[in-house]
């Protein structure tokens, strides 16, 4: 029996969740609503404010599928209530981000500035030069666009430039040393 797919999903007051045919799972809270169609070998029940995921039979397809379905009900019912976000540090000299309208605009010593535009579902702020936060209520789209944004400069082990999350721990790499022989 899955660990995971076996716990159940507690409902708080504030989020209804309802699953309609093939299995259409449709979560609305106070930050917002979020839609996602399960697999339909699932078996979802709602009793109360507890939703528990049910496999048919003991297939490793099944199998695979309980903890994944149970996982993203709850990500979808916390997404709802409290929201996802992500925090990012722009490390180097010249390194510096901020928001233009709905478009973060960043100088990261490349020749130009690269700028990404803003996608539903996502607000981004830039409370310093130096800080990114992500912040949105479905989390793979929240992680998406944060790994999106450190991907166009990623932090180099020598001296640690680039875009990381605050919480990424850099090993950092002693450089040459030009001694003679």
Known sequence: ?????KKPVVIPANV????????VVTVKGPMGTLTKEMHPDMILKVEGNVL????????HLHKSLHGL??????????????????????????FRVEKKGKQLV???GFSHEVIMEEIDGITV???????????GIDKQVVGQFAAE???KRPPEPYKGKGIKYTTEVIRRKVGKTGGKK
């Open 1 to 5: 029996m899955s660990r995971i797919g």
């Open 16 to 23: 209804t969740l309802t699953v309609a045919e093939n299995n």
């Open 52 to 59: 528990t995921v049910e496999r048919p039979d003991e297939e």
């Open 69 to 94: 379905t149970r996982t993203l009900i709850a990500n979808m019912v916390e997404g709802v209530e409290k929201g996802y976000s992500k925090e990012l540090d722009v490390n180097g000299v010249g």
């Open 106 to 108: 960043m100088r990261l």
């Open 125 to 135: 702020e830039c409370p310093t030069p130096n800080k990114i936060l992500v912040k």
């Open 149 to 151: 944004v450190r991907g």
